[in-house]
């Protein structure tokens, strides 16, 4: 039987009860949650212990010998020490793997936390040393996907709770950069106290993001091709470039059309069939896409990839000059008018 995955909620549940691994390997593209561990091994010490214990490294400063000769060292005066080697993921492979010889034999008494902030972890024997002897945490960044569900638990775990709309306004505002995305929820459970739902309403109070002119309304607006709100919410971007970047518009007009081919060809054409072929989130949801497939054929549908598959060239100044807003504005209206005329 496989062990149970290595997560974050995993390590901080085993770190809460004291239940220490003398080895932690943290590495992987999201830095949110290595910078949280960090801070949680900081504290297992108390206060008067740290001033003897805690040590705090960083790899392009020492060698590894060093690092190991500190590891083998005794405690004063506390039942272990905490050694934390940081930006390991800046020195060579090579030299970071030579901690595989401690890894492999670790001292008792020692807690060695190795963070790759950023970057996955090289070294063959010293990761199959921290597999066998202590414990590996890849912390990978969030898709498009799981970020919702990972984003609803933490304003859950604020006492807050959250509409879907809010909760889609706030992934395409900030995007899944977890850092950027906690701090703008703290925003909101200081203004909004426990308790509170976020609402639409509230991010656009709290957070500046037009609740009415945004990549969800421009789709919304998109699938039931409704001009007049496309080409207002347009220029509204168009107006605050800074706030609404079109690479963003774009990448999410892309996914929308993307998944309503993946609907037409779905086996299973039901509503749950095709919330199950596309991941939908809600309920609420499959509404969008039921109203475009109203609007627009399959032949209509790969036109528009196409098509933006060539903004996005021509965004970039392949075969174009223009600006990016005007070349946005041809792209809304040649989704709008697609004919479908494909040829195979």
């Known amino acids: 039987m496989a062990a149970p995955a290595v997560t974050y909620d995993s390590i901080c549940r085993q770190l809460a009860a004291k239940q220490f691994a003398p080895v932690y390997l943290l590495h992987g593209d999201e830095g949110y949650y290595i910078d949280e561990l960090v801070r949680r091994f900081e504290n297992i010490?108390?206060?008067?212990?740290?001033?003897?214990?805690?040590?705090?490294?960083?790899?392009?400063?020492?060698?590894?010998?060093a690092v190991m000769d500190l590891c083998m060292q005794y405690p004063m005066m506390a039942d272990r020490q905490v050694v934390i080697l940081k930006e390991a993921q800046s020195v060579?492979?090579?030299?970071?793997?030579?901690?595989?010889?401690?890894?492999?034999?670790?001292?008792?008494?020692?807690?060695?936390?190795?963070c790759c902030r950023g970057a996955q972890a090289r070294g063959k024997e010293l990761l199959a040393a921290v597999r066998a002897k202590g414990v590996n945490f890849e912390s990978k960044k969030l898709s498009d996907y799981n970020a919702p569900a990972v984003i609803g638990a933490f304003i859950k775990a604020k006492g807050l709770k959250a509409d879907p709309k809010?909760?889609?306004?706030?992934?395409?505002?900030?995007?899944?950069?977890?850092?950027?995305?906690?701090?703008?929820?703290?925003?909101?459970?200081?203004?909004?106290?426990?308790?509170?739902t976020v609402t639409a309403e509230a991010v656009e109070r709290n957070i500046g993001m037009s609740k009415d002119y945004n990549n969800f309304e421009l789709v919304d607006a998109l699938a039931v091709k409704d001009s007049g709100k496309v080409f207002r919410i347009a220029d509204y971007f168009r107006s605050n470039p800074k706030n609404n970047p079109l690479v963003v518009s774009a990448s999410t007009i892309f996914s929308f059309f993307a998944d309503l081919l993946a609907a037409y060809y779905c086996a299973d054409k039901s509503d749950n069939g095709i919330m199950a072929e596309l991941k939908l989130r809600w309920p609420g949801q499959i509404k969008r896409y039921r109203a475009a497939m109203q609007r627009y054929n399959a032949f209509q549908?790969?036109?528009?990839?196409?098509?933006?598959?060539?903004?996005?060239?021509?965004?970039?100044?392949?075969?174009?000059?223009?600006?990016?807003?005007?070349?946005?504005?041809?792209l809304l209206f040649h989704i709008l008018t697609a004919p479908g005329n494909i040829k195979f």
């Open 45 to 65: 010490l108390s206060e008067e212990e740290r001033e003897f214990n805690l040590h705090v490294l960083y790899a392009p400063e020492v060698e590894p010998g």
């Open 92 to 114: 060579p492979a090579d030299r970071i793997n030579k901690l595989h010889r401690y890894v492999a034999s670790p001292a008792e008494t020692t807690i060695l936390v190795i």
């Open 166 to 196: 809010a909760l889609d306004m706030l992934i395409d505002y900030v995007g899944t950069d977890l850092s950027r995305l906690y701090n703008e929820i703290d925003k909101l459970m200081t203004a909004l106290g426990a308790g509170a």
């Open 301 to 330: 549908v790969i036109e528009i990839i196409a098509a933006i598959r060539r903004y996005d060239a021509m965004s970039k100044g392949v075969g174009s000059r223009q600006s990016d807003h005007n070349l946005f504005h041809d």
